[in-house]
C-alpha cells in the first residue's frame, strides 16, 4: 500500500515567494495533519482536517499560512509570503478514524528553505 | 496549552549500553504513542499504551505507562547502531478528535 505521499522533498525560495506544500494521505484515511518540524521548537501541529473539514487551526502561525483539503485524497499548505523563519520541515499525517488511539502515517517531508 | 515533557533531550551511549527515554504530563492521559525518526527521516509508529501500568515490549524495547497515567518510558536494552535516530512521545487527553501532542524528542546516538 502506498505510504502518505508529500511534495516537493526539498524547495528552496527568496523570501517573500509563494511556497506551496502538498500531500496526499493515504486511501481510506479521514484525519489528515500538518506538522512543522524545527531543531527550536520540535515538533508542531499546524493544522489537522476530519473529512476534508479543518477542524483545529490554532497551530497555525499566522495569517501567511493557509491550508486546504479540497477533496479526500489531496490538500495544500500554503505559505505566502514566505519568510526565512519558515524554513522548516513540513510534514503531512493521515489516520484512520477519530480515535486518538490510532496511529498517524507520516510521509516523508518537505523540506523547505527560504532564503 | 497541554505540554509533554521529554527528557533527556539528547543520549550518547556506547553500542551495547542500556538507554531510557522518559515523557511526563502534568495531566492525566488517555494514551501514549511512541515513535521513532531515523536520521533524515519522518515519525513511524512503534507501539500504544493505553492502561494504567501497562508494560509492553517489542523485542530490545520496553514501553511503560505509569499507574497514575501521567508518565511513559522507553527502554532499550543493549543498543546497536540501527537504534539511532530521535524517540518522540505522543500523548492523548481524549476528547472527541483525539490529536496528538508532541514531545520535543530525545536523540539518541550510538558510538559503535
Known amino acids: 500500500d502506498a505510504g502518505v505521499i508529500q511534495s516537493p522533498r526539498h524547495e528552496v525560495t527568496e523570501m517573500g515567494q509563494e511556497v506551496t506544500l502538498r500531500c496526499k494521505p493515504i486511501?481510506?484515511?479521514?484525519?489528515l495533519f500538518w506538522y512543522r518540524q524545527t531543531m527550536m521548537r520540535g515538533l508542531e501541529l499546524l493544522i489537522y482536517?476530519?473529512?476534508?473539514?479543518?477542524?483545529?487551526d490554532s497551530g497555525m502561525p499566522e495569517d501567511r499560512f493557509s491550508a486546504k483539503m479540497p477533496n479526500a485524497s489531496f490538500s495544500t499548505l500554503k505559505i505566502q509570503p514566505s519568510e526565512p523563519r519558515d524554513s522548516a520541515v513540513y510534514f503531512c499525517?493521515?489516520?484512520?478514524?477519530?480515535?486518538?488511539?490510532?496511529?498517524?502515517?507520516f510521509g516523508d517531508g518537505t523540506r523547505l528553505s527560504i532564503l | 496549552g497541554q505540554q509533554v515533557m521529554q527528557i533527556p533531550q539528547y543520549q550518547h551511549v556506547q553500542e551495547g549500553e542500556d538507554f531510557t527515554t522518559y515523557c511526563n504530563s502534568s495531566t492525566t492521559l488517555s494514551n501514549i504513542q511512541w515513535y521513532k525518526q531515523r536520521p533524515g527521516g519522518h515519525p513511524v509508529f512503534l507501539i500504544q499504551?493505553?492502561?494504567?501500568?501497562e508494560v509492553k515490549k517489542q523485542k530490545r524495547l520496553t514501553f511503560q505507562f505509569g499507574e497514575a497515567k501521567k508518565n511513559s518510558s522507553l527502554h532499550i536494552t543493549a543498543t546497536q547502531t540501527t537504534d539511532v535516530g530521535t524517540y518522540f512521545c505522543a500523548a492523548s487527553t481524549g476528547g472527541s478528535q483525539g490529536n496528538l501532542i508532541f514531545g520535543k524528542g530525545t536523540k539518541l546516538s550510538v558510538k559503535p
Open positions: 499525517a493521515s489516520r484512520r478514524g477519530r480515535a486518538s488511539n490510532q496511529p498517524q502515517h
Open positions: 482536517f476530519n473529512n476534508n473539514v479543518p477542524i483545529d
Open positions: 499504551l493505553v492502561k494504567s501500568g
Open positions: 486511501s481510506g484515511h479521514d484525519y
